[in-house]
């Protein structure tokens, strides 16, 4: 009840959704790089997994709302050696992927503008920013002006909390055919990303979605 007041979420319904979206969060891939699997003993240049497997909510003959969830039988491996090990929890590879961004979005993008790490600055077109983050065209996001905004948003994110500290929006325009977002990266380079490159990126993360 105090955590719902903290909150401000008096009613049971706003509750629950706040815990709906938190819950869904936790079953987003994460992806990971040279990562060695624990159980399989192989080290994968990329793997994909998720925190949660399972969640849902019931409500009890009392009233009280009942959240159950399943872990990941790698996630629980992974928390045991952890706790056999006397290691704290924040030490394995997985936690910054899981706790670094609030959102699907700032992960998402991160892991692209991260690939670009040696470059100055990446022109991405609206389009392009819309397939990336996985948004169609009954989006909120669907507009310029709104999808300027969420980016922004990450990109601030990305800068706080990530190694990509230089990240930001130098500028969005609209040019003739299309609209484009310029994102700094590294000022120090003076390497600029063309767009096979772009495209090419793009293509193998949204393979791994």
């Known amino acids: 009840t105090t955590l719902r007041k903290l909150m401000n979420l008096e009613k049971d319904g706003a509750y629950v959704e706040v815990m709906k979206e938190a819950l869904t969060e936790l079953m987003q891939p994460i992806h990971l790089h040279n990562y060695y699997h624990p159980i399989d003993e192989i080290e994968y240049s990329w793997y994909a997994t998720t925190f949660l497997t399972d969640a849902g909510f019931h409500k009890r003959d009392n009233g009280e709302w009942v959240a159950q969830i399943r872990v990941s039988p790698l996630m629980k491996h992974v928390m045991q050696l952890a706790n056999n090990q006397g290691q704290g929890f924040t030490e394995l590879e997985l936690i910054p992927y899981l706790n670094k961004f609030r959102t699907k979005y700032a992960m998402k993008l991160y892991e692209y ?3 670009f790490g040696a470059y ?3 022109n991405i077109t609206q389009k392009h920013m819309m397939k ?3 948004l169609d ?3 909120k996001y669907r ?3 709104d999808l300027t905004i969420l980016v922004e948003r990450q990109l601030k994110e990305i800068a706080k909390k990530s190694d990509l500290k230089e990240v930001k929006l130098l500028k969005s325009k609209t040019l003739a055919k299309e609209k484009i977002f310029k994102i ?3 000022p120090k380079s003076k390497k600029e990303a063309d767009k096979t490159e772009a495209k090419t990126a ?3 993360l ?4």
């Open 113 to 115: 503008l991260k690939s």
């Open 120 to 122: 100055s600055y990446l």
């Open 132 to 134: 990336l983050l996985k």
């Open 137 to 139: 065209d009954n989006s």
């Open 143 to 145: 507009y310029m002006s």
């Open 184 to 186: 700094q990266i590294n």
């Open 202 to 204: 793009l293509d193998n």
């Open 206 to 209: 949204i393979k791994r979605f």
